[in-house]
């Protein structure tokens, strides 16, 4: 099943009067279960790609499908309760509320979704204990090292059991070694749910666990490598 | 993470509720990040909303006491004059005055109403010490304490009886023309106050032990001020003293003669051609009582005195004419303000109804016709005194603002992550009016408890500053002499807690809608 479909995808910034590019023609497409990272150097257009296809900026032309739908017909408050159901983010600085426990920032997602709070609960402490941070939901996150907001983070993301996650440079703020772990804890939790992972980079640890790689360079696909 | 029993609604166009509960939470622990702004920011709110409780409270506490006491010492519910006289009432113009109106009076008491019937003119009073222009009000004193009660707080003496030259004398006016009993005397005013008055060695006596020596009253003050030889020489009237021994005293003074004064006015009297003759009178007369009312109108250059000694030709040939007639419900209690029974409408319609309708010229006119001194005095204190209390809000308030600001400003990373996982731009709205109605809700409920507080002794006790009153002369818009007393007013306590409350809520939609504009990308990248 096709999660994200983008045809022939533009972006241009206006600052100052002036047309700056950022994406000139992109056409992807990811199936479900797929794990994959846009590659490519500062400026190539790859955290915009992954805005687009978060429904969090507008495109200058084109079109995305996410599971079918055509989100350029989807209202501002549609494109809200779009992500908010079916994608996941985790952000390069991991972006918690500093105010909420790891168990609250976790059942957060899910509290926007109506869920029952104690089932919201329940699902939270799951998901905590699935990234290794069992026992440790009463904290807050300035208690917390990089690697274990990060690992919160990515509950979060999960929780709610999106079609999409999307990951900018999730491991930049990191050492290598928590970097990989929290790699191979998104690989596994890929296989295990099947969930489709689309994370930017330009790190060649990071690229290694990809398999499927996209590269990109000023604004179009350079090359694509599948493994 | 199993997807079983999650309750995950996937539907776009069917979007699920909000959980509140959590969107609470986020406020409330927001509002801890910064505690000491938070705090000062609902001190600044509890401060607000206590200072206008309490002056609200003051104001309505005036204004009740100030109603009632015009109705209860001044004027009752209303008056029956003529169109004319009520015209030109400022002048007190007697030659606009009526006659037939005892069939209204007795109509009036037969329907369960008071009614007084009052010729009001002016004068002179000449006293041995000197003389003071002065309102008198011919009364009839049976009917007239029907109506009011001003006669239930005479200084000293009593009130004038019918058929006699007697006055009752308003506290202030009694001072100056030296009439009530002297309160402060030299030695040498001393000795000649007992060589008029006392007929025997005991009632000299008797005076002298009424005051005591200067030097004793200093020395319970201070012991170190070094006394005065003019002061030495002062007596002040014990304060002690027992009703029974002013009274003695009182009667003492009258019997000297001391009281005795002679009336100097001009009766106006409009010819059937309507042209006014004015014809001079002169009256002698006893002050035999003072009167001190918790209406300052009652106390100061007003006079009371019998109306019917005024009608014959030593009075001021008035043939049975009045200017006014007073009119209150029987029995009315003094703290009743007048009910819908004694609105103008309805004394009419009880004259109509006994077929005693009111003759062409005669109007009845409400009570509040005649307090327009006070209801400016009033106004201008409630607009003032809101008005101030409106700029303290709108500061507090400001202070409100300021803080969302600061704090939507320091969360635009935070906003723009709500926002990427799915919250609307009007749930995040809500949630920051959460935030800030939180703070005027505690600055509300604080100062909510404040204010009451405040108010506790101000209802209870007062204020008392007659002294000031006195020297203001005891009429500045307000009738209350003596007491600043406050009211409750539930409505406002609760209404401005409320408002504190919404009005904070408000004041973080701005700056959240300013942050709201801030594309997500752009928000997210906010360091």
């Keep these: ?227 | 993470m199993r997807r079983k029993g999650s309750g995950i609604h996937k539907n776009v166009d069917n979007p699920p509720s909000l959980g509140y509960r959590e969107i609470l939470i986020v406020a409330f622990r927001n509002l801890s990040r910064h505690r000491v702004k938070t705090v000062t920011t609902t001190l600044g709110v509890a401060v607000s909303v206590a200072l206008y409780i309490f002056m609200d409270a003051w104001l309505l506490g005036m204004n009740l006491d100030s109603k009632r006491n015009i109705v209860s010492y001044e004027i009752g519910a209303a008056k029956i004059q003529t169109q004319a006289y009520f015209e030109k009432k400022d002048d007190l113009p007697m030659y606009e005055s009526f006659t037939d109106w005892k069939p209204l009076v007795e109509v009036l008491e037969k329907a369960g109403y008071a009614a007084a019937p009052r010729m009001v003119f002016t004068g002179t009073l000449y006293a041995r010490s000197g003389s003071a222009p002065i309102v008198f009000h011919g009364v009839d004193p049976e009917k007239e304490s029907r109506v009011l009660r001003y006669r239930n707080y005479m200084e000293v003496g009593r009130f004038p009886d019918k058929g006699t030259y007697e006055i009752a004398l308003g506290l202030l006016a009694a001072e100056k023309l030296k009439l009530d009993i002297p309160r402060r005397i030299t030695e040498e005013e001393l000795l000649r106050l007992i060589e008029d008055t006392a007929r025997t060695p005991e009632e000299g006596a008797f005076i002298r032990r009424l005051y005591e020596n200067s030097d004793n009253r200093q020395k319970d003050l201070t012991r170190d001020r070094a006394p005065l030889s003019q002061e030495k020489l002062s007596y002040f009237l014990r304060k002690d003293l027992p009703r029974s021994d002013l009274d003695r005293y009182w009667e003492l003074l009258l019997s000297s003669g001391r009281n005795d004064v002679r009336i100097s006015t001009v009766i106006d009297i409009k010819e059937e051609t309507g042209k006014i003759r004015h014809v001079y009178q002169v009256m002698e007369a006893k002050v035999v009582g003072i009167v001190n009312s918790p209406n300052p109108k009652t106390n100061g250059n007003v006079a009371f005195m019998p109306l019917d000694v005024l009608s014959g030709e030593e009075g001021l040939l008035l043939e049975d004419r009045v200017t006014e007639i007073l009119v209150r419900a029987a029995g009315a209690k003094d703290s009743d303000l007048p009910g819908p029974e004694e609105t103008p409408e309805a004394i009419e319609g009880v004259l109509n109804r006994a077929g005693v309708p009111l003759p062409s010229p005669l109007r009845v006119y409400g009570w509040q016709e005649y307090v327009k001194d006070y209801i400016v005095a009033a106004r201008g204190d409630n607009i003032t005194t809101r008005v101030m209390i409106l700029l303290l809000f709108i500061l507090s308030f400001l202070g409100i603002a300021n803080t969302m600001l600061m704090a939507i400003l320091e969360r635009t990373k935070e906003i723009g992550m709500m926002r990427a996982l799915g919250m609307t731009d009007g749930e995040l709205i809500l949630s920051f009016m959460i935030e800030a109605g939180m703070i005027g809700l505690m600055g509300g409920v604080a100062g909510m408890i404040l204010g009451s507080l405040a108010n506790i002794p101000m209802v209870n006790h007062g204020i008392d500053y007659s002294t000031m009153a006195r020297e203001l002369s005891g009429d500045f818009g307000y009738r209350i002499t003596a007491l600043f007393r406050s009211a409750w007013n539930p409505g406002t306590i609760i209404g401005s807690g409320i408002v504190a409350t919404l009005v904070s809520a408000l004041l973080s939609i701005p700056p959240t809608l300013r942050a709201l504009r801030i594309p997500v990308t752009e928000s997210l990248r906010f360091e």
Aim: hydrophobic share 40%.
């Design chain 1, 1 to 227: 099943m096709t999660v994200v479909e983008a045809q022939n995808l533009v972006k241009d910034y206006s600052t100052n009067g002036l047309t700056v590019p950022a994406l000139r023609g992109i056409s992807l497409s990811f199936e479900r279960g797929e794990f994959a990272a846009i590659v490519g150097p500062s400026g190539s257009g790859k955290s915009t790609f992954l805005h687009l296809v978060g429904c969090l900026d507008v495109l200058t032309s084109g079109e995305i499908r996410i599971e079918g739908t055509d989100i350029s017909t989807l209202s501002q408050k549609e494109l809200a309760f779009l992500r908010r159901q079916k994608i996941g983010f985790i952000f390069q600085a991991y972006n918690l509320i500093p105010v909420l426990t790891a168990l609250e920032n976790v059942s957060f997602p899910l509290t926007l979704l109506g869920v029952d709070r104690k089932e919201a609960k329940r699902m939270a402490e799951v998901a905590l204990a699935t990234v290794g941070l069992e026992g440790m939901g009463n904290r807050k996150p300035k208690e917390m090292s990089g690697g274990q907001q990060q690992r919160v983070a990515i509950a979060r993301a999960l929780v709610k059991q999106p079609s999409l996650v999307l990951a900018d440079e999730p491991t930049a703020n990191l050492d290598s070694k928590t970097g990989s772990e929290i790699l191979e804890l998104m690989l596994s939790l890929n296989r295990t749910h099947g969930t489709t992972f689309l994370f930017s980079t330009h790190d060649k640890m990071v690229m290694e666990y990809a398999r499927r790689l996209v590269y990109l360079r000023d604004g179009i696909v350079e090359g694509e490598e599948r493994r």
